[in-house]
């Protein structure tokens, strides 16, 4: 069987008044600091991963503080009582 080609998926959030970001989800064992965004000077955090296809779950974490991704439509009860983003790739 043929591996599944990874396909890359962007994440990004305006939050300019962060001092940090980081994403964090299925795709990393949800570890809050393994994948941090880089600001531009107009306060939009960018980062890409390439993933193989399937569903993930991720959140991303502001200052220590875990958030949903606004401008994802996917979303999935947590055992925490909030949601997390889904993304299908």
Same mark, same amino acid.
């Given at each position: ?10 994440? *990004?959030?305006?939050?300019?008044? *962060? ?14 600091? *393994? ?55």
């Amino acid at each position: 069987m043929p591996a599944l080609k990874k396909k890359r998926v962007n994440f *990004a959030l305006h939050a300019p008044e *962060a001092e940090q970001v980081f994403v964090a989800g299925t795709f990393n064992d949800w570890n809050p600091s *393994a994948r941090p965004l880089k600001c531009d000077k107009k306060g939009n955090w960018r980062t890409w991963m390439a993933l193989p296809p399937g569903e993930y779950q991720y959140l991303f974490v502001v200052d220590d503080q875990w958030l949903e991704d606004p401008g994802c439509d996917g979303r999935s009860v947590n055992p925490y009582g909030a949601h997390n983003s889904v993304l299908r790739v």
